[in-house]
């Protein structure tokens, strides 16, 4: 089975550019969440997706960050314009579950590291 | 609010030795806890759960962890590490209501030497 994929790995921008990242979830995962991972620190949601509806996005910093799930399966994270803070690693994780069977037990991709100069 | 401590920023053990990894949470209701491994350059992998029931739990690579909640706490165990353990561990809690958004703590990361 083909685990979360996500591109690219890398990318420097410097600030005010803007930047997307993409994820592809395990086929047939309904629930798919961004998380933000600043160095040293443990992941933080930004948004969460079920199927193509935002579930959560209350920690989407909603004036440059924005996130799309149109047809309910791959996704999009995009950052205009960036800031320095905004350096790190995003991961995209999903999982089969969904409504009140999603209990947390997250697949997560190896994650898109940006550094913003 | 719901959150995770991890006090310990940086363990070095032995390989062969046995480890303790503490994670303290604060949570309203019953929690859902998770043990995570972060290997460098990869995604998180989870190590175990809890939801309910037994508070021992096994998981994946030989690792244990017990729920207190007298303690609030859900650390994570190894009888004998190897070297391929050496890694980030985080502990995460979420609720037991549906659609779940895990909270996790800052990690801790784990050095074997020979």
């Known amino acids: 089975e083909a685990g979360v994929a996500q591109s690219p790995r890398y990318k420097i921008i410097e600030k005010r550019q803007s930047v997307a990242f993409w994820c592809n979830p395990i086929?047939?995962?309904?629930?798919l969440y961004w998380y933000q991972q600043i160095l040293g620190q443990g992941p933080k949601l930004l948004i969460q997706?079920?199927?193509?509806?935002?579930?959560?996005d209350s920690q989407l910093p909603k004036d440059r960050f924005s996130a799309e799930r149109l047809k309910g399966v791959d996704s999009t994270l995009k950052i205009q314009p960036a800031k320095l803070e905004d350096s790190a690693v995003y991961l995209c994780?999903?999982?089969?579950?969904?409504?009140?069977?999603?209990?947390?037990?997250?697949?997560f991709g190896e994650g898109s590291r940006l550094t913003v100069l | 609010a719901q959150s995770v401590t991890q006090p310990d920023i940086h363990i070095t053990v032995s390989e062969g030795a046995s480890l303790e990894l503490r994670c303290n949470y604060s949570y309203g209701a019953t929690p859902y806890l998770f043990w995570y491994v972060q290997s460098p350059g990869q995604g998180l992998q989870l190590l175990l759960k809890?939801?309910?029931?037994?508070?021992l739990v096994q998981g994946i690579k030989g690792f244990e962890a017990e729920f207190k909640r007298s303690q609030s706490s859900f650390n994570l165990r190894k009888p004998s590490v190897h070297w391929s353990d050496a890694a980030e561990y985080f502990c995460a809690v979420g609720g037991n209501f549906g659609n779940e958004k895990l909270t996790f703590g800052t990690g801790t990361r784990l050095t074997i030497i020979p």
């Open positions: 994780a999903s999982t089969n579950k969904a409504g009140r069977w999603n209990t947390g037990e997250l697949f």
């Open positions: 997706f079920q199927n193509n509806g935002v579930v959560d």
């Open positions: 086929s047939g995962h309904a629930t």
């Open positions: 809890y939801f309910s029931g037994d508070t």
